[in-house]
């Protein structure tokens, strides 16, 4: 009965996380510049994988404790990844969407340049 409940509990997140996958790439395609396909790149696949690495986990109980692992790593890395790439690709050049408002980061940017 367990068994049971647990392999359906895996589905289910399975599908969820499919669906959080597919709002991901839905927003990377539609949205209007890098930070804010970045944004829904990464909020909505970090929770995609999660579900869908701990569904399997629960559908394969002998994948489950390298499952926890792996989701608990992408949990930490995936944001900070992400940060980085919008943090240096800022400082690179790329300007935010014109309808991006205010644009906060642009003050400090501009207080550490006038510092050196």
Do not use: C
């Not at 996958?21 to 539609?30: D, E, H, Q, Y």
């Not at 499952?67 to 790439?85: Q, R």
């Not at 014109?98 to 006038?114: H, I, M, Q, R």
Request: glycine share 12%.
């Amino acid at each position: 009965m367990i068994d049971l409940i647990l392999g359906w509990t895996g589905v289910v997140l399975v599908f969820i996380g499919v669906f959080f996958l597919f709002l991901g790439a839905l927003g990377v395609f539609r949205l209007p510049d890098l930070f804010n396909r970045l944004q829904a790149g990464t909020k909505a696949t970090t929770l995609g994988v999660v579900s869908t690495t701990i569904g399997v986990g629960l559908i394969a109980k002998g994948w489950l404790i390298f499952s926890l692992a792996l989701a608990i790593f992408l949990l930490m890395t995936n944001p900070i990844s992400s940060h980085a790439l919008g943090r240096a690709s800022y400082r690179a050049g790329v300007k935010p969407y014109k309808g991006t408002n205010p644009d906060l980061y642009a003050e400090k940017v501009k207080k550490e340049s006038d510092q050196k």
